[in-house]
């Protein structure tokens, strides 16, 4: 059962270079979403997709960009990063968003800006 | 938009006793509410949610929680923890297609 799957797991970057986080989930699901947490202040959402095709921002998207591949992708960019992204990032996702359907988690990548 | 206030950071229990972690929400709306655990270095799962109906809902691993509309709370309680319950708690509402998280409370289970 691999649910969602994000990788990498762990990354250091320097400030100013690219990466892209990258999220596939296999239950058919309809959503997706990118979450940050940080000590304190639990999950934020950055960026959700409602459905293939479509992307919305959320709570705390400057700095980040998506890409809703296809169904089952939805890719997070941080271009470029800074000290302030240093985070764990959380990819999910849900059969359909807002009708109290279960989200699903990744186990999350561990991203460190120096 | 929503928001989810979690009363304690940090609720240290001896094995064995009961606990009861505390989550309020804002809404003047129906809303849906969740419960999810995070064990260390591991992604949330959740533990319980509340969509309609009976105000107790029962969960995973013997969590209860109880929706009371008039106060906006949605507290978590188990009558007994054991160690493998020490882990973050999360209290979440949804709101227009996404979950709004409260900060999280980090139980600490002590033999």
């Known amino acids: 059962n691999a649910g969602v799957t994000q990788t990498p797991k762990f990354q250091v970057l320097k400030t100013g270079q690219s990466m892209t986080l990258q999220c596939a989930q296999d239950m058919n699901h309809n959503s997706m979403y990118w979450y940050r947490q940080d000590p304190g202040m639990g999950l934020r959402l950055i960026y959700y997709?409602?459905?293939?095709?479509?992307?919305d921002k959320g709570e705390v998207p400057n700095g980040y960009n998506v890409s809703r591949l296809n169904k089952r992708e939805f890719s997070l960019r941080l271009e470029p990063a800074a000290p302030s992204q240093t985070s764990v990032y959380f990819c999910?996702?849900?059969?359909?968003?807002?009708?109290?359907?279960?989200?699903?988690f990744g186990e999350g990548s561990w991203l460190t800006v120096v | 938009a929503q928001s989810v206030t979690q009363l304690d950071s940090q609720v240290p229990v001896f094995e064995e006793a009961p606990v009861e972690l505390r989550c309020n929400y804002s809404?003047?709306?129906?809303?849906?509410l969740f419960w999810y655990v995070q064990y260390p270095n591991q992604g949330l799962q959740l533990l319980l949610k509340y969509l309609s109906g009976s105000t107790l809902v029962k969960g995973i691993n013997g969590f209860e929680a109880e929706f009371n509309k008039s106060q906006t709370s949605f507290h978590l309680r188990k009558p007994s923890v054991h160690i493998s319950d020490t882990a973050e708690y999360f209290c979440?509402?949804?709101?227009?297609?996404?979950?709004?998280f409260g900060a999280g409370t980090t139980v600490t289970v002590r033999a």
């Open positions: 979440a509402v949804e709101d227009d297609y996404k979950l709004s």
């Open positions: 809404s003047s709306v129906s809303v849906y």
């Open positions: 997709s409602a459905s293939e095709g479509t992307t």
């Open positions: 999910a996702s849900s059969q359909d968003g807002g009708t109290g359907n279960t989200i699903y």
